[in-house]
């Protein structure tokens, strides 16, 4: 396939990349490529997006993000178009260790900030084809429902219940709506000498509710960490209910899904889980 379609990289090695992602297929290519195969329709749209607003939104970021070089269409039996992108060397935060974490939070919070001051005029937005992220929460309640009960046995149903039904009752967003990543959780970070110098995984790419770029807050941060990167994102209490509530609602779709297939994402949903929870007991 790679020889077909970009004949000077035919002789470079290639090998697979092990990831916990479930929507492309990951291949490093030489010492500098990656390339990024979708494994399904729903994740070919997806990395239409990406390839159509990652290199408008890359020169305003303070992290790297992955930028393709090339796009290649279809062919030699391989249904969808697929992306060549500079490879960003590094390792995730799912597995890596952060040297500084206070320092990361706010690193990661600026490039919150960042993200969300480009002009998200033309942006796709929350709720069209491919962005499910950044909607009112209450368009995922019955999804939620129906993880929570999944879940019986393994959550304490009446405190999670308690906690989606706080984050439900928060004010929605009403402001303008902004750019998302609409994923950040530790696998999309990656870390070089113990510092964030990546995101990574724009599928959830959209403009909606800001809130769902809380979700690092739960998904890798402490309690103290969280206090600092709320700070410097100057989050009101509403916004941090919903951000609380993205977070819960992702890890409890997640788990039941990927119980038998993907443990990673079910550790990383467990943990979440527990921190929302740890939240809503100390207030």
């Known amino acids: 396939l790679v020889a ?3 004949p ?9 990349i092990a990831s916990s992602g479930t929507d492309n297929a990951m291949f490093r290519l030489g010492r500098h490529l990656c390339l990024r195969l979708p494994r399904y329709p729903a994740a070919a749209a997806l990395l239409d997006k990406e390839q159509h607003w990652l290199p408008r939104l890359a020169p305003h970021l303070p992290l790297a993000i992955p930028v393709p070089l090339a796009t290649a269409p279809p062919g030699e039996g391989y249904p969808f178009a697929w992306s ?3 490879w960003i060397p590094g390792e995730d935060a799912h597995r890596g260790s952060i040297r500084d974490r206070n320092g990361a939070a706010l690193t990661l919070a600026r490039f919150i900030q960042a993200l969300q001051a480009i002009d998200p005029s033309e942006g796709p937005r929350s709720g069209s ?3 499910e992220r950044g909607v009112p929460l209450l368009e995922r ?3 939620v429902r129906q993880a929570i009960a999944a879940l019986a046995g393994d959550i304490d149903v009446v405190a999670v219940t308690r906690a ?3 984050a439900l009752a928060a004010s929605p967003w009403r402001g303008p ?3 998302l990543h609409g994923d950040l959780h530790p696998g999309n970070l990656l870390l070089r000498n113990g510092a964030l110098v990546a995101v990574i995984d724009f599928g959830g790419l959209g403009v909606g509710d800001p809130a769902c770029d809380l979700l690092p807050a739960w998904t890798l941060f402490s309690a103290s960490e969280r206090r600092i990167f709320r700070a410097q994102l100057a989050c009101d209490e509403a916004g941090w ?3 609380k509530g993205w977070a819960l609602s992702i890890a409890l779709i997640a788990w039941p899904y990927y119980r038998d297939t993907n443990p990673g994402i079910v550790d990383m949903a467990r943990r979440t889980i527990e921190r929302v929870l740890a939240d809503e007991g100390s207030r």
């Open 4 to 6: 077909s379609r970009f």
């Open 8 to 16: 000077l990289w035919r002789d470079l090695p290639l090998r697979r």
């Open 84 to 86: 060549v992108c500079r």
């Open 129 to 131: 084809a491919g962005v």
């Open 141 to 143: 309640d019955e999804r």
């Open 164 to 166: 989606w039904d706080a």
């Open 177 to 179: 709506p902004v750019w």
């Open 241 to 243: 209910a919903r951000g």
